[in-house]
């Protein structure tokens, strides 16, 4: 078989493995030719350095070359000019652009995956309420709350406006410590309307001329044996309602990774619109900056961990963009 005839034989294209989910937080998956290039580069660097040093030792202090008279210093290190030439304002404007636009495309596609998500969670009949028949099940079945706040920032219910009612106090003032006492222990002792009620009942009973059926209890009516079909209908049943938890969760999960995204690619846009509108003119004033500040403890001000080159590491769930002010101009 020719060479040419064998490339022109459809193969599986290549797909790198990616990372998992769960571990998002310890980085993207290293590869062998990562740590191929990784390595290069630090040995590279360490031969430099070993280079700088020898030259350093083998250094003759009264080397003089004519060019020297050319170069500057500050405070004793040796500055020189690397030939980069700063790019006009306008030139700069206009790649900010570039950018803008493409993170807008990257998220109007993100929104439409958001959508098609959504659309998959509407359809579901037991999204919030398990159906008729899973009673048993009602506990596993129900959401959490990252998973309400979740659909709550997609849309698709409502956020909760209702605020707690403050339980009222009926203050009584008595005399002594025993009238207080006596009050308390005739409260206790008051049995409540509804107990009340059951107990005339029970003890009222009326004739009716006839055996009046007994009442079973919830208890008692799941502890009867059931038939072997009743139990094998209920099995499969019970199946069902586990892929539709576990495909909901999943579209859940996927749904809040894909808003946190959303959010930083909204937040990036802002971002590059207000780097350009601060090149142009006109006076401004800042409102907000980049973090929001709280009240951080003393042991989180001492820890190396949190800081990043002698900056405080913005925390991507309190992240929010810069603000400013123009002050108002005419226009012509």
Excluded: C
């Amino acid at each position: 078989m020719t060479s040419s005839l064998r490339n022109s034989i459809h193969r599986r294209n290549h797909k790198e493995r990616s990372q998992l989910a769960h571990r998002s937080k310890l980085g993207f998956l290293e590869k062998h030719k990562d740590y191929v290039k990784r390595a290069r580069d630090y040995h590279s660097k360490q031969d430099r350095l070993t280079r700088l040093r020898q030259k350093a030792s083998e250094r003759n202090k009264d080397e003089f070359y004519f060019s020297m008279n050319k170069e500057k210093t500050r405070g004793g290190v040796h500055i020189k000019e690397r030939g980069n030439v700063a790019l006009p304002t306008d030139m700069v404007k206009v790649l900010k652009t570039q950018d803008e636009n493409y993170v807008r495309t990257a998220r109007a596609a993100g929104l439409k995956k958001i959508d098609k998500i959504k659309g998959q969670l509407t359809a579901m009949v037991d999204l919030l309420k398990p159906s008729p028949g899973q009673d048993d099940m009602a506990t596993n079945d129900q959401l959490d709350a990252v998973e309400l706040d979740t659909l709550r920032d997609a849309g698709l219910i409502q956020p909760s406006t209702s605020k707690r009612k403050k339980s009222t106090k009926h203050i009584v003032f008595v005399d002594n410590e025993a009238e207080a006492r006596k009050l308390f222990s005739s409260e206790k002792q008051q049995p409540s309307p509804s107990t009340s009620k059951v107990v005339s009942e029970s003890s009222t009973h009326i004739d009716l001329g006839w055996k009046a059926p007994a009442v079973e209890s919830k208890k008692r009516r799941h502890s009867q044996p059931q038939p072997a079909d009743a139990r094998a209908s209920k099995g499969e049943a019970d199946e069902e309602p586990t892929e539709s938890t576990s495909a909901r969760k999943k579209l859940l999960l996927e749904l809040r990774a894909r808003l946190h995204r959303d959010k930083m690619l909204r937040y990036t846009q802002r971002e590059f619109e207000m780097q350009r509108l601060m090149m142009g003119k006109g006076t401004r004033q800042k409102i907000q900056g980049t973090e929001k500040v709280g009240e951080a403890d003393s042991d989180e001000e001492d820890d190396p961990r949190s800081r990043k080159g002698g900056r405080r590491v913005v925390d991507e769930q309190a992240y929010k963009p810069r603000v400013y002010k123009w002050r108002r101009e005419r226009k012509r």
